[in-house]
């Protein structure tokens, strides 16, 4: 046996389970077909990060006249694009030297998988004990004419390797990417257009708070149950709530539609599978034994820190305890625009289909200290509490308002209403907010 | 009777009791001498924050090349106290409505305890069945020769009331106070040295962040073990840890050497105190009995929120459960500087002094994806986490970066560390630097 685990995938999923596996004394082969660190690294997460965080300086500063804050600025997408490619290989390089820390070997090339315990890489088969795929998904290109051999249209995939800025964007697709990017081109001054088929925009965010996440994007122009028939150049065509036949026109339209699985290569391994991944059990064992799946591939939460969750439960499966399980409710979510958002578990519409006897509290940033002292009163910002009237559970939490994506981790775990409101927060602190909701709630 | 409870002082301690005992339906009387919201709001937590947003906004404009920004960019000080002014107006008048609608009777005036019933304002008298002291606390000006009546002289009550901006700064204590108003000033670009008395600034923050914050803020002096002699006009004359006679020149002397209880008006009621404050029990009632203190005036703890939190201990004391308690150890900390950085807990030192058997691991967080993008690989940020290895359970958390006042709210509950290390955090965001600590701990 060359190997004890070959894993298929350099993301989140991937690079993290074969690290486990090789520190815990594990033969380990990590394959990868393109750059270690997978889309969040190289493609997603990370160089978006890395732009909005400029363009939220560049914005600030521009609109900081209040703050008494002057001046003219401008933004160089060249050197942003510079500073988000040396924020990625940093990155690359610290998983490829954790997986040497962790006696991973690491091959670069396509994996074909000939049998559950055999795969082939160019010319060169290993054997394996077990296999792990890890492969991520892609951006999925809807079937509307216009959409495929446009140079007007990129997926996520190409938009950080445009050579400039466009003067317009029209975005299909009002989902997390959708939506991040409508924050960094707006922010810019640059005019958007967002194009969303579902009534509202960020669908596991709950609509009071996606209202008036719509509101506080004030100079994006939304477009919500909008059907996109077909795109021309760039102008996008698509029949609004009415049934009336509209458009918009820009240099650049961004597809952000969803993703699809990445099963290239496992053709013969026979894996059950739906539309949306791999089926696998709790222990993210898929239909084939010793075979198992983690990450965007299995379909069950495209995010990039519950592909590491599943990688824990992978290796725990495989070498530990078995006793680790992927907890939905508990897998926060950010969307890293201006305003931020996050949240976790159930919206309160969710929380009431589901039949349980829903009470909810909101607060309004305008009546918190920091945010008044930062943002003032008149700025967009909110948080809400969902919780379960009987037990005081709470099922979800959503916020709307600076750094939501660093305070949300707190309510990650189970928690009651009374827990959060018997908890002391820093004062002045936009996360009073949450405290402030808890308090409603306990009345 | 008047009145079921007059409070007396309207910071986070006082507005909050006055305004839980009248949603209870009792009658009460709330007094303050000056504005409404204490300290905290007219001068301190709010208008801190809200100068060092503005000054934050300039300096990340200016120091923004690497992130593509530039411009030139210009700072005014008129225009960033009159936002801070709006800001602080604000809160009051929503203290006031708050209030008002909690059907809490507030006079402005000087409360002079006659008995444990009787408090006269003015000229009139009310009689009251239980009294709460929340009269906070004043800059205490230590004596050294030179530091009063000296026009070069202020505490942080006058630096608010500035008309300009000074050219340099000495700043004397390294506490809170002082390292905030080092980081707002050297923000600006001015000269700022502190001096402090003890080896190390901040020193409820572990030693090793502690360093890392004075090398963060490059751009100030900072003179430690320094024992001030004198002041001379804008001259601070010390001592230095080698016993040499030094000196530092600046248009403005900082004093922000510690605080002293407010304890005018209170003689007649014969409190017991010690130099700190008020002596409380664990229900915030003073040797006398109906009488409470709450906040800053009792010294246990000098935070708004601290003062939040004895607001409902004592209001539950006199009209609830009376189970509520204050628990230190779950206060956190924050210092909104730039870089910020916040806590909970003991440090490493303090554990070990207490006789744990301690286990620690810190996360650097230029191994963190969103810190990486954002900051840079060069940037100053970390994470602490010390544990109890026998329980596991987490005994202080330690942060220095971006947004850590807002993620540390998170572990000011007790937790274990297997609770951390099993929380899944969004991805990429600072807080996974907690998480990284856990994971440490955990091995």
């Known amino acids: 046996m060359d190997y004890d685990l070959i894993v298929i995938g350099s993301g989140p999923g991937g690079y993290v ?44 500063a521009k609109e900081g006249a209040h703050l008494g804050v002057h001046g003219d600025v401008s933004y160089d997408f060249g050197e942003a694009l510079a500073w988000k490619d040396d924020a990625v290989t940093t990155l690359r390089n610290s998983i490829a030297f954790l997986e040497k820390q962790s006696h991973v070997d ?124 077909r795109i021309e150049g760039g102008k996008v065509v698509f029949v609004d709530t009415k049934g009336v036949e509209q458009s918009v026109d820009a240099e650049l339209v961004l597809i952000a539609t969803g993703r699809r699985p990445n099963l290239d290569g496992m053709d013969n391994l026979h894996l059950e599978a739906t539309r949306k991944g791999i089926v696998v059990d709790e222990h993210m064992e898929t239909s ?32 530990g305890t078995g006793k680790e399980r992927f907890d939905t409710s508990l897998i926060p979510w950010a969307v890293y625009g201006e305003p931020e958002a996050a949240g976790c578990g159930l919206t309160e519409a969710q929380a009431t289909e589901k039949g349980f006897e829903v009470a909810s509290a909101v607060s309004f940033l305008r009546s918190n200290g ?16 969902v919780a379960d009237k009987k037990s005081g559970k709470i099922l979800g939490v ?16 189970p928690l009651t209403v009374k827990e959060l409101a018997d908890t002391v927060f820093p004062h002045p602190s936009f996360s009073e907010a949450l405290h402030d909701c808890a308090e409603k709630l306990m009345v």
């Open 17 to 60: 389970a074969a690290s486990r596996a090789g520190m815990l004394g594990k033969h380990v082969l990590l394959v990868e077909k393109d750059e270690l660190g997978g889309v969040c690294a190289n493609r997603g997460c990370i160089p978006a990060k890395s732009l909005l965080h400029g363009a939220k300086v560049y914005h600030a």
């Open 106 to 229: 690491v091959v670069k090339g396509n994996a074909l998988c000939v049998d559950a315990h055999h795969v082939t890489i160019g010319e060169t088969s290993y054997e394996t004990e077990h296999l792990l795929i890890a492969t991520g998904s892609s951006p999925a290109v809807p079937p509307i004419p216009g959409a495929k051999d446009n140079p007007h249209v990129v997926t996520s995939d190409g938009i950080f390797s445009l050579a400039s800025l466009p003067s317009s964007v029209a975005i299909v697709g009002g989902g997390v990417i959708g939506i991040e990017f409508a924050s960094y081109f707006s922010l810019l001054g640059i005019k958007v257009d967002v194009i969303e088929m579902l009534p509202e925009i960020l669908p596991m965010m709950d609509g009071e708070l996606a209202k008036l996440m719509r509101r506080a994007m004030a100079s994006v122009s939304f477009h919500t149950g909008a059907k996109v028939e």
């Open 288 to 319: 084939v034994s010793g075979v198992y799946a983690i990450g965007d591939v299995n379909g069950i939460s495209l995010l990039a820190h519950s592909a590491e969750k599943m990688a824990h439960i992978a290796t725990d499966a495989l070498y």
């Open 370 to 385: 920091r945010f008044l002292a930062e943002e003032g009163k008149r700025a967009p910002g909110m948080a809400k509490v």
């Open 398 to 413: 959503h916020l709307l308002g600076p750094a939501s994506s660093e305070m949300i981790w707190g309510v990650a775990r």
